[in-house]
């Protein structure tokens, strides 16, 4: 199935200048790029954005961290796309993601961890939500699609 999800750049990305770099394997996999925007995040969109964060001690720590700078918002689309790009990021903690995700070739760290990518179809719908206005979604021809799947693939 084909499925739209939501990757954030966060600000340690932007501040080690890997923007372009993260980008790159996302778009290399091939996946589609339908939205991206710069923005600052606000103390009220991460109180729901990590509501599930709430209760533990780094909690505030987080947040801090993702408001340290602007992040880049993107929409990935392709099939599978919400399991593909959560192994792409690779698990949470960098120091223990396996060499060749993104988080195990660029991250030392827990928290300062490079990307967020949403885990599931349920919340990948309500983070692009948050996120995106919908006209800031793009529907596009990707004209190598023919060539990145099988007919039977989608
Ligand atoms: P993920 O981003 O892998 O989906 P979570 O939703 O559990 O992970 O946590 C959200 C973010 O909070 C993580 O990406 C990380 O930046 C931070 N975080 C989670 N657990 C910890 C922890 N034990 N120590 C420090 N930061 C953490």
């Known amino acids: ?5 939501l990757v954030l750049l966060k600000p340690c990305t932007l501040q080690r200048s890997l923007v372009g770099e993260i980008i790159h394997r996302f778009e290399r996999k091939g996946l589609r790029l ?3 925007k710069m ?4 103390d009220e969109l991460l109180n729901e954005h990590y509501a599930h964060l709430s ?10 961290s993702m408001m340290a700078a602007p992040v880049i918002a993107c929409c990935f689309e ?4 919400i399991q593909t790009v959560r192994q792409l990021a690779g698990p949470t903690n960098g120091r223990l993601a396996t ?3 993104i988080r195990g070739d660029y991250s030392m760290s827990y928290q300062e961890n490079i990307v967020h990518a949403s885990d599931s179809p349920e ?4 983070e692009l939500n948050r996120f ?7 529907a596009y021809a990707q004209v190598t699609f023919g060539y990145l799947y099988a007919h039977d693939e989608y």
Request: no cysteine; proline share 8%; net charge positive.
């Open 1 to 5: 199935m084909i499925e739209k999800t």
């Open 34 to 36: 339908a939205g991206m």
């Open 39 to 42: 923005m600052r995040l606000t």
């Open 55 to 64: 209760t533990k001690p780094f909690f505030q720590r987080v947040k801090d």
């Open 78 to 81: 392709g099939v599978g796309a």
């Open 99 to 101: 060499p060749g995700t």
């Open 123 to 126: 919340t990948a719908v309500v």
């Open 132 to 138: 995106f206005n919908p006209e800031e979604i793009f």
